[in-house]
């Protein structure tokens, strides 16, 4: 295929591209325009290409022309006859926008601005015509942060930082000032921890260092820190280098060598080093936030468990680092989210509650406070924001409270959850981490041109703008995947397409976020070891689950836990568990199944999702899942071969039976329309489940398609169908096939996916992000400012809009 010469950009190649194959381009165009305004993505820009181009000979020429490449790194276009104006999308995170004449196909560079400018044409000329229709540019804000260059590093910040870093602290003694003046700034309580005034400048604590250095190769290794303190002190050095002597000489020789000439190495392993981090804030507002009994209920999925799981992490990681920082100190977890007086038989009516496998870590809980007093409701993810800012403060309270004084570090999840972090971060001046575990504007095809449409029912105005506003509020992003951030070869990350946006009628985005800022970061996520490890592992099996899951999966009764039956017991199981969103597809997935004949005689299908009744679902969206599971299993006769079980809350159970259907010689099935990461991907192979996941959006870089497990494309049942009966007759033919596929998958997990690797790379995120924001200091509170400006005038009007629940009198508890 022909290839843009390095050079050139775009706008330069498409007049000699188009004079390659000019007769076929004024047909393709004059069809584009022939439907007069409208919006063409690439899939319609191809149809309407081959409809023109009808020889395949010619066409298969055209598609290898330097035309054909650009026309397939096109994301969409905007048709306003007599133009045709394109989005061009050559790589990750890049993008170029041209404007082409259908007339005479004179080729235009023009603004992400102008693009945008032309969508709004499509359905507010006026507002787009208006010179002074509000435009947000958070890009002119970041005139000292370098950013990245090259599509592949994106995700890598913290490498990056440690570069920088390297390069300011470079030149001279005087230019490490800043570093001496951030170590003399770190206290726990008051108390003073590394230096203190007595050696305040870079050439004084560096002789000191000599000295010490010295001091500490006469003593054995494993001194303790205590012994030689006082001599330390009156050197001018406070605890927090090290627990032993080896230990303090290693952390002084990494800042030593810093000194000398510094590295991006040295300054990694320095600051990991460095004790900045004793106090955790994480906020994930919305409920149901609990330890059991949430699961699967709308809005309440993997969020939590990454959360929980997130704190236990995290507890262990800072207690083995203040061990060997030589401390005496016991770090502290707050995980805040919103108090639900209606709790349903859960504890999200419970103020404080200890994090179970932690000695240090707590819920706190916080109302939701209204003029009528505390909403006792459940709300929807989408209806949360008129409660957030008073949350806030109410929050910020009790923390500073039972802190008993400020956070070192604050982390935010979701949409809200982010919100209030940023708020109370800006507020306080502390460390600000995000994470959105998905961010919905992906989900919805033009969910930003479309958001008059979709406001009434989703809040798509405050969603992105909250968005928008905590991406640049933080100091970092944690994001599980690289296609969060930046997507695909072919598809954009969702990150990425808060780059340029526009809200019609509201504001113009022309600079949302910039992918190569390098604040991103990929910490993915783990599971539990405790609770999801392999069948194989028969001694630390849940057998006592045993009857209940027998019960669960095989019993011939329909009841209010499960219905269906498998007529046939010793066919391997095609297992899925999710909630029954629409995008997470299982009736997808069921569909499939109901379709294709050598599925159904070589597996039965079990789904765990939900429950049967759509009367009883408060959720849009999960009442039409479950009309339509109901259609599909009657249409397709199933009665027989399905078992569908109503939404499972018990980890432990959980566990056993991923477990209990790889003992089926099973396999787990993820079919999402899109997943952002999918934790019950890595659950299923941490089981050693053989897993196929959907090929759109983070399963497809968990999994090694092939290799780890098997991709699945949602969008195309009958192949993914094929794929899964491929693997099972394969078993079928060679048992073998199974082990290796589990074994693979196993191997894939203990590489990349395990929360001791994500603590590590993200509590070193807290130290070296935190001396990062001190040095950029101007432009950060330049940001804020405008941040705050665009929060009071913007955020706080839409969300007056955004209809509030009434304060009804509590109900009783249900029983369970
Ligand atoms: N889950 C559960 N019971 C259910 C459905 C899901 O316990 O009925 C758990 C599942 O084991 C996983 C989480 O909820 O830990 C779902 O996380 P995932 O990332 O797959 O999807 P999300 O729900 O966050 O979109
Ligand atoms: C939200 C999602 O939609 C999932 O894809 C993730 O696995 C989960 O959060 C945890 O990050």
Same mark, same amino acid.
């Given at each position: 295929?022909?290839?843009?010469?390095?050079?050139?950009?775009?706008?330069?190649?498409?007049?000699?591209?188009?004079?390659?194959?000019?007769?076929?381009?004024?047909?393709?165009?004059?069809?584009?325009?022939?439907?007069?305004?409208?919006?063409?993505?690439?899939?319609?820009?191809?149809?309407?290409?081959?409809?023109?181009?009808?020889?395949?000979?010619?066409?298969?020429?055209?598609?290898?022309?330097?035309?054909?490449?650009?026309?397939?790194?096109?994301?969409?276009?905007?048709?306003?006859?007599?133009?045709?104006?394109?989005?061009?999308?050559?790589?990750?995170?890049?993008?170029?926008?041209?404007?082409?004449?259908?007339?005479?196909?004179?080729?235009?560079?023009?603004?992400?601005?102008?693009? =945008?400018?032309?969508?709004?044409?499509?359905?507010?000329?006026?507002?787009? /015509?208006?010179?002074?229709?509000?435009?947000?540019?958070?890009?002119?804000?970041?005139?000292?942060?370098?950013?990245?260059?090259?599509?592949?590093?994106?995700?890598?910040?913290?490498?990056?930082?440690?570069?920088?870093?390297?390069?300011?602290?470079?030149?001279?003694?005087?230019?490490?000032?800043?570093?001496?003046?951030?170590?003399?700034?770190?206290?726990?309580?008051?108390?003073?921890?590394?230096?203190?005034?007595?050696?305040?400048?870079?050439?004084? =604590?560096?002789?000191?260092?000599?000295?010490?250095?010295?001091?500490?190769?006469?003593?054995? /290794?494993?001194?303790?820190? &205590?012994?030689?303190?006082?001599?330390?002190?009156?050197?001018?050095?406070?605890?927090?280098?090290?627990?032993?002597?080896?230990?303090?000489?290693?952390?002084?020789?990494?800042?030593?060598? *810093?000194?000398?000439?510094?590295?991006?190495?040295?300054?990694? /392993?320095?600051?990991?080093?460095?004790?900045?981090?004793?106090?955790?804030?994480?906020?994930?507002?919305?409920?149901?936030?609990?330890?059991?009994?949430?699961?699967?209920?709308?809005?309440?999925?993997?969020?939590?468990?990454?959360?929980?799981?997130?704190?236990?992490?995290?507890?262990?990681?800072?207690?083995?680092?203040?061990?060997?920082?030589?401390?005496?100190?016991?770090?502290?977890?707050?995980?805040?989210?919103?108090?639900?007086?209606?709790?349903?038989?859960?504890?999200?009516?419970?103020?404080?509650?200890?994090?179970?496998?932690?000695?240090?870590?707590?819920?706190?809980?916080?109302?939701?406070?209204?003029?009528?007093?505390?909403?006792?409701?459940?709300?929807?993810?989408?209806?949360?924001?008129?409660?957030?800012?008073?949350?806030?403060?109410?929050?910020?309270?009790?923390?500073?409270?039972?802190?008993?004084?400020?956070?070192?570090?604050?982390?935010?999840?979701?949409?809200?959850?982010?919100?209030?972090?940023?708020?109370?971060?800006?507020?306080?001046?502390?460390?600000?981490?995000? *994470?959105?575990?998905?961010?919905?504007?992906?989900?919805?095809?033009?969910?930003?041109?479309?958001?008059?449409?979709?406001?009434?029912?989703?809040?798509?105005?405050?969603?992105?703008?909250?968005?928008?506003?905590?991406?640049?509020?933080?100091?970092?992003?944690?994001?599980?995947?690289?296609?969060?951030?930046?997507?695909?070869?072919?598809?954009?990350?969702?990150?990425?397409?808060?780059?340029?946006?526009?809200?019609?009628?509201?504001?113009?985005?022309?600079?949302?976020?910039?992918?190569?800022?390098?604040?991103?970061?990929?910490?993915?996520?783990?599971?539990?070891?405790?609770?999801?490890?392999?069948?194989?592992?028969?001694?630390?099996?849940?057998?006592?689950?045993?009857?209940?899951?027998?019960?669960?999966?095989?019993?011939?009764?329909?009841?209010?836990?499960?219905?269906?039956?498998?007529?046939?017991?010793?066919?391997?199981?095609?297992?899925?568990?999710?909630?029954?969103?629409?995008?997470?597809?299982?009736?997808?997935?069921?569909?499939?199944?109901?379709?294709?004949?050598?599925?159904?005689?070589?597996?039965? =299908?079990?789904?765990?999702?939900?429950?049967?009744?759509?009367?009883?679902?408060?959720?849009?969206?999960?009442?039409?899942?479950?009309?339509?599971?109901?259609?599909?299993?009657?249409?397709?006769?199933?009665?027989?071969?399905?078992?569908?079980?109503?939404?499972?809350?018990?980890?432990?159970?959980?566990?056993?039976?991923?477990?209990?259907?790889?003992?089926?010689?099973?396999?787990?099935?993820?079919?999402?329309?899109?997943?952002?990461?999918?934790?019950?991907?890595?659950?299923?192979?941490?089981?050693?489940?053989?897993?196929?996941?959907?090929?759109?959006?983070?399963?497809?870089?968990?999994?090694?398609?092939?290799?780890?497990?098997?991709?699945?494309?949602?969008?195309?049942?009958?192949?993914?169908?094929?794929? *899964?009966?491929?693997?099972?007759?394969?078993?079928?033919?060679?048992?073998?096939?199974?082990?290796?596929?589990?074994?693979?998958?196993?191997?894939?997990?203990?590489?990349?996916?395990?929360?001791?690797?994500?603590?590590?790379?993200?509590?070193?995120?807290?130290?070296?992000?935190?001396?990062?924001? &001190?040095?950029?200091?101007?432009?950060?509170?330049?940001?804020?400012?405008?941040?705050?400006?665009?929060?009071?005038?913007?955020?706080?009007?839409?969300?007056?809009?955004?209809?509030?629940?009434?304060?009804?009198?509590?109900? &009783?508890?249900?029983?369970?």
């Amino acid at each position: 295929m022909a290839a843009l010469k390095r050079s050139e950009s775009m706008a330069d190649s498409m007049p000699d591209a188009l004079r390659e194959s000019r007769y076929h381009m004024k047909k393709c165009f004059a069809k584009y325009i022939e439907q007069g305004k409208r919006l063409m993505k690439l899939r319609h820009l191809m149809s309407e290409m081959e409809k023109v181009i009808d020889d395949k000979t010619e066409r298969e020429q055209f598609l290898n022309s330097l035309l054909g490449y650009i026309l397939c790194t096109t994301q969409e276009a905007v048709v306003i006859p007599p133009y045709v104006a394109f989005a061009i999308r050559p790589n990750p995170g890049f993008w170029e926008f041209i404007k082409v004449s259908s007339t005479d196909l004179s080729v235009e560079g023009i603004t992400a601005t102008d693009y =945008l400018k032309y969508k709004e044409m499509l359905v507010d000329e006026d507002w787009a /015509k208006d010179e002074n229709a509000l435009e947000v540019d958070f890009g002119a804000m970041d005139f000292s942060t370098p950013s990245l260059t090259v599509s592949s590093s994106i995700g890598n910040g913290i490498n990056f930082v440690s570069k920088f870093l390297s390069s300011k602290l470079h030149g001279g003694l005087q230019k490490a000032q800043p570093l001496v003046d951030y170590l003399l700034s770190l206290n726990y309580h008051e108390e003073k921890l590394m230096i203190n005034e007595t050696i305040n400048t870079a050439a004084k =604590l560096q002789s000191a260092l000599i000295v010490a250095e010295a001091a500490l190769l006469t003593l054995p /290794k494993d001194t303790p820190y &205590q012994d030689f303190e006082q001599r330390f002190r009156q050197w001018g050095f406070e605890k927090g280098w090290g627990d032993t002597a080896e230990r303090v000489r290693e952390t002084m020789r990494s800042l030593s060598e *810093i000194f000398q000439a510094p590295d991006p190495l040295n300054m990694e /392993k320095f600051f990991g080093r460095v004790p900045t981090v004793f106090k955790v804030v994480l906020f994930s507002v919305h409920g149901y936030f609990g330890q059991s009994d949430v699961l699967g209920l709308p809005d309440t999925g993997g969020q939590v468990v990454y959360v929980l799981d997130q704190v236990v992490a995290f507890e262990e990681e800072l207690l083995v680092r203040i061990k060997q920082q030589g401390l005496n100190v016991k770090p502290q977890i707050l995980v805040v989210t919103r108090l639900i007086p209606d709790a349903k038989g859960t504890k999200c009516n419970q103020a404080l509650e200890p994090v179970a496998n932690t000695k240090h870590s707590n819920i706190l809980r916080v109302p939701f406070r209204t003029e009528n007093g505390d909403l006792p409701q459940w709300v929807s993810r989408f209806d949360i924001y008129p409660y957030l800012e008073r949350f806030t403060q109410d929050a910020t309270d009790k923390i500073l409270e039972i802190m008993e004084g400020k956070p070192d570090l604050i982390i935010g999840n979701y949409t809200d959850g982010n919100l209030v972090a940023s708020l109370m971060a800006s507020k306080l001046g502390i460390t600000l981490g995000t *994470i959105a575990h998905a961010l919905e504007k992906t989900k919805y095809e033009d969910s930003d041109l479309k958001w008059k449409e979709l406001d009434p029912k989703y809040h798509f105005s405050c969603q992105f703008t909250a968005d928008t506003i905590a991406m640049n509020s933080s100091d970092f992003i944690i994001t599980s995947t690289y296609q969060e951030i930046a997507g695909s070869k072919d598809r954009p990350g969702q990150y990425e397409s808060h780059a340029a946006f526009t809200l019609p009628g509201l504001c113009r985005v022309v600079s949302g976020i910039n992918v190569f800022d390098p604040k991103f970061n990929i910490a993915a996520p783990g599971a539990d070891q405790s609770v999801y490890f392999p069948c194989t592992d028969r001694q630390k099996r849940f057998t006592k689950f045993h009857p209940s899951i027998e019960e669960l999966l095989f019993s011939k009764v329909d009841n209010i836990e499960h219905i269906g039956y498998l007529e046939d017991r010793k066919k391997p199981i095609l297992f899925s568990m999710a909630r029954l969103d629409i995008v997470k597809n299982i009736s997808g997935l069921t569909e499939w199944y109901g379709k294709n004949k050598r599925l159904r005689s070589l597996v039965n =299908l079990v789904v765990v999702a939900g429950f049967f009744d759509p009367t009883k679902s408060k959720d849009r969206e999960e009442a039409a899942e479950i009309k339509k599971m109901h259609m599909l299993i009657e249409k397709y006769q199933l009665k027989g071969q399905i078992r569908w079980i109503a939404a499972q809350t018990d980890r432990q159970r959980n566990g056993e039976l991923y477990r209990c259907i790889a003992d089926t010689k099973g396999a787990f099935a993820q079919p999402a329309l899109y997943e952002a990461f999918g934790l019950t991907v890595i659950e299923a192979m941490n089981c050693g489940l053989p897993t196929f996941a959907t090929n759109q959006g983070g399963p497809a870089e968990i999994i090694v398609d092939g290799v780890s497990g098997f991709h699945i494309d949602p969008n195309n049942g009958d192949e993914s169908g094929n794929k *899964i009966a491929d693997f099972f007759q394969k078993c079928k033919d060679d048992p073998e096939h199974w082990n290796k596929i589990s074994k693979l998958g196993l191997n894939r997990i203990y590489e990349c996916y395990t929360w001791k690797i994500y603590a590590n790379k993200v509590l070193n995120m807290g130290c070296v992000y935190s001396f990062w924001r &001190q040095l950029n200091k101007d432009q950060k509170h330049a940001k804020q400012r405008y941040i705050q400006m665009f929060y009071n005038l913007q955020f706080r009007n839409l969300v007056k809009n955004v209809p509030t629940s009434r304060v009804e009198p509590q109900q &009783q508890p249900k029983e369970k």
